[in-house]
């Protein structure tokens, strides 16, 4: 036991060994507090990193949402673009989409097809509205549409001539191509793209033309048609009859090789000045056939001018009319020989009326010929002729034999 004073008594000593005691590491905690310091550390650096790996995945996030952006309104240019580039086209584009289905397409389609946007929006190739016609007229069935043959095959479709008629019912002649698109990624056929042109005038002038050659073919007279430097472009069945020259062997060549040794060179000289005065020219030219032989031939050249009075082409008929040119010579050589005769010839027609004297008439009747034609030959009677005389006459020339006899005639009364 202690006395109080005993208790209360401390040695300053024993505090001082304590605190020295107690500040004296222990090595257990020594080592954890080395681990805290060294992970504090790391995770000093790692937030570092993380800090720098932070800024460079938000200035990477930054520049691909730049590209994005680029590529975006890139994207929306080129939209724009294809539907600037669409919408000024003149022929009509429409789109398929992969069940047959239209679901885009541009103005120009509206414009041929004379459809609006929500008239065209979900049409098929099948609809029975179009009332699609072949070239002969024959209905033109939806299941053989270009469309549809492209969704069929795959392939391509090209320069298919179609008619659609319009809600007015006026009928349009369009000329089409149709194309696939496939997926890039799998290569599945997608959609169709058909893009078709009005070619409706162009067919009407086509069908007029095949009319006219059919005309051309129908004619007897010779038909060449040149250009504007006078090459051959065209000749019908009866040019090559008459000449006796194909087509295949005329195309391109100017039509001189119808000429030859015996061709007016005046007549010549008259067509070359009519066509560089760009005017008609009509008249009669000797001319060759292939095999050498001469004809005449009846040749009428006319120019053609374009609405503006350009000069574009010649167009030249050629009539063979040997056999009525060699019938003018005869009788020309005939009447120069009626008109040398030494004796009066008189020519009447089946009803007695007369149509040609000669000079030796004129002569020695003291009638002139515009006196006389026309006129019965009754006006020359003198009444001294016997009236059986008249009638042997009329008997033998209205069974067409020749009679011979002696008429009493009397000549002009002069004052």
């Known amino acids: 036991m202690y006395s109080d004073d005993e208790s209360n008594s401390v040695d300053p000593g024993f505090f001082a060994v304590k605190r020295n005691a107690a500040s004296v590491p222990d090595p257990d905690t020594a080592g954890f507090l080395d681990e805290q310091k060294i992970i504090y550390e790391q995770l000093k650096i790692s937030h570092a990193e993380l800090q720098s790996t932070n800024k460079e995945l938000l200035s990477a996030i930054e520049q691909q949402a730049a590209v994005i952006q ?95 008629h319009k809600p007015d019912g006026s009928l349009t002649w369009i000329l089409i191509n149709a194309l696939p698109i496939f997926r890039s990624e799998d290569s599945v056929l997608s959609r169709v793209v058909v893009s078709f ?67 007016s060179a005046d007549t010549l000289i008259s067509i070359r000045q009519d066509l560089n005065s760009k005017k008609s020219f009509s008249g009669e030219i000797l001319n060759y056939r292939k095999d050498g032989s001469t004809f005449w031939n009846e040749l009428t050249i006319s120019p053609v001018r374009d609405a503006k009075g350009k000069l574009t082409h010649f167009i030249g008929i050629t009539r063979d009319v040997t056999e009525r040119k060699n019938a003018s010579d005869k009788i020309r050589q005939l009447s120069l020989a009626l008109e040398q005769s030494p004796e009066m010839v008189v020519i009447t027609n089946t009803d007695a009326v007369i149509e040609y004297v000669n000079e030796v008439f004129v002569q020695s009747t003291g009638y002139s010929r515009e006196e006389v034609i026309g006129k019965n030959p009754r006006m020359l009677g003198s009444g001294h002729t016997p009236l059986k005389n008249y009638i042997e006459l009329w008997d033998a020339l209205t069974q067409g034999q020749p009679w011979s006899g002696n008429l009493y005639n009397r000549r002009k009364k002069v004052n």
């Open 70 to 164: 680029q590529a975006t309104a890139d994207l929306r240019t080129n939209e724009e673009q294809y539907r600037s580039v669409l919408s000024g086209l003149s022929e009509g584009v429409i789109s398929h989409r992969g069940d047959g289905v239209i679901d885009a397409w541009n103005l120009s389609a509206e414009r041929i097809l004379g459809l609006s946007g929500e008239q065209l929006m979900g049409r098929t190739s099948f609809d029975p509205r179009w009332r699609a016609i072949r070239e002969d007229g024959s209905p033109f069935p939806g299941d053989a549409h270009p469309s549809v043959e492209v969704f069929r095959t795959g392939l391509a479709q090209s320069n298919v001539i179609m008619g659609v």
């Open 197 to 263: 042109a009005d070619i409706t005038e162009r067919k009407r002038v086509k069908d007029k033309l095949r009319l006219s050659d059919l005309a051309l073919k129908a004619i007897s007279q010779g038909v060449l048609v040149t250009d504007a430097e006078e090459y051959i472009l065209s000749a019908n069945d009866a040019f090559e009859a008459i000449t006796g020259y194909r087509r295949s062997e005329i195309l391109g060549q100017n039509c001189r090789f119808l000429q030859g040794a015996l061709t």
